[in-house]
């Protein structure tokens, strides 16, 4: 199972709402990442959990917030976001967050802030 | 500034054919590196990862990588429509406290029936 489900696959949200994206996998991986991708863009890193602790918050604004439960899961929680902050927002796990650390992500969130 | 670059296309490659990408990287210190594919409106999808210098084959697929001249490649033999896409080339170095994967831009293939 090289699996990683992300929920919701579209999201439509108003600049005063507040939502969340979910991210779940059982690989077994210990580190989580958030990435968010604009059109025709490489995906930009946000944060980092490697085992189920805050290692890199890509200076991302503080209406973005992580949250990781266990290992297992991993969240974004979002608020007063804007309209530029509309994009592809992937998660991915990787077994370490180390050198040899081959990412796999999920299906992604298409979020629309309106 | 750590970089990776990859000419953006669009590479168009008759069916058949062998479509080859290339990656350049500008940190030395680079220790391993990897090809993703990515569809339209999809997310990357992990099809090759190589380590060491020389060649490594998965399938139709060829990774080679050469550090003394700071490139890697990915060739796709006999092409088919369904590999058009854009590759994404990712390069992980050492950062200030962490590990840190730098991607490249991508390249857009066409794979011409």
């Known amino acids: 199972d090289t699996e990683v489900t992300q929920t919701p696959k579209h999201l439509v949200m108003g600049m005063t709402n507040k939502k969340s994206l979910k991210c779940e996998q059982h690989?077994?991986?210990?580190?989580m990442y958030w990435y968010k991708q604009k059109a025709k863009k490489p995906p930009e890193l946000m944060f980092v959990y490697s085992y189920e602790k805050l290692s890199i918050n890509e200076s991302v604004p503080s209406r973005f917030s992580p949250e990781c439960p266990n290992s297992s899961l991993l969240n974004l929680h979002l608020h007063a976001l804007q309209p530029e902050d509309s994009a592809l927002y992937l998660c991915a796990s990787s077994q370490g967050h180390d050198m040899n650390t081959e990412a796999f992500f999920g299906q992604g969130t298409r979020l629309t802030v309106v | 500034q750590k970089e990776v670059e990859q000419n953006s296309g669009p590479l168009s490659v008759p069916e058949g054919a062998i479509a080859s990408l290339n990656c350049t990287y500008s940190d030395r210190g680079s220790q391993s590196f990897f090809w993703y594919r990515q569809y339209s409106g999809k997310s990357p999808e992990l099809i090759m990862f190589i380590y060491s210098n020389g060649d490594k084959e998965d399938g139709r697929f060829t990774a080679q990588l050469n550090k003394a001249s700071q490139y890697v490649s990915l060739l796709i033999r006999d092409s088919q429509p369904s590999d058009s896409a854009t590759y994404l080339c990712a390069v992980n170095i050492i950062g200030d406290s962490n590990y840190q994967l730098i991607w490249g831009a991508g390249t857009k293939l066409i794979i011409k029936p």
């Open positions: 690989m077994g991986h210990r580190a």
